[in-house]
């Protein structure tokens, strides 16, 4: 079955630093998507993309925050200066078209230092 | 937005008791997935079910549209189905949005 994967699957970043998060979602997909799980919440809306542009962010998703599909296969999730409170499970989620079931990543784990 | 509540927020169950869990939304919605999220952390679709209802294996989903509910069944439980279920939806223009989760805890 397709999968969607993210890499790396933890990381540990210094407060202030840049972190970039990939993911490589399935291949026939045209909707990407980022969401965030603080630990033991529940899981929250950040970025949906599609035909290379932002269609929709949260208001989590503030000028901290970007994302690009630097070619064809690959979408990133970019935090550029990075808080404490940036640490959470960063999933990436992709679907064929706008109303079809996602598949989610198995995600990126976050800590920030 | 769209509001959605599940219960109840926590289970306990023995192995081999069944479960309904629910899933109940503000609006009308054409997107309703469960998801189980296993204590690794990974997502898993469990079904995609806008309306209508759907089985695989010991699982089973039904979702009323009309009456803004759905309901995933767990029979014969196992302890491998521990862990937190969630229900998330979608209407049109806008992100999927999860519930706050169900925690499942299936001792032997």
């Known amino acids: 079955e397709p999968e969607v994967t993210q890499t790396p699957s933890h990381q540990v970043t210094q407060m202030g630093q840049e972190v970039i998060l990939r993911c490589v979602p399935i291949?026939?997909?045209?909707?990407f998507y980022w969401y965030r799980q603080i630990l033991g919440q529940k899981v929250e809306f950040l970025v949906s993309f599609y035909n290379n542009e932002i269609s929709e962010k949260s208001e989590i998703f503030d000028d901290q925050f970007s994302v690009e599909r630097p070619d064809g296969s690959n979408f990133t999730l970019k935090i550029r200066s990075t808080k404490l409170e940036d640490s959470a499970m960063y999933f990436c989620a992709s679907s064929e078209e706008s109303m079809t079931g996602y598949t989610f990543g198995s995600g990126t784990r976050l800590t920030v230092v | 937005g769209i509001q959605v509540e599940q219960s109840p927020p926590d289970l306990i169950l023995q192995e081999g008791a069944n479960s309904t869990l629910r899933c109940n939304f503000s609006?009308?919605?054409?997107?309703l997935q469960w998801f189980h999220q296993n204590p690794w952390g990974q997502l898993i679709n469990l079904f995609y079910i806008p309306s209508g209802t759907k089985q695989n294996g010991r699982l089973s989903a039904t979702t009323v549209a009309t009456e803004r509910y759905s309901l995933l069944y767990i029979s014969s439980s196992q302890t491998t189905d521990s862990g937190v279920y969630f229900c998330a939806v979608q209407r049109t223009g806008t992100a999927l949005i999860f519930g706050k989760g169900t925690t499942l805890s299936v001792s032997s």
């Open positions: 609006d009308s919605v054409n997107n």
């Open positions: 291949s026939n997909h045209l909707y």
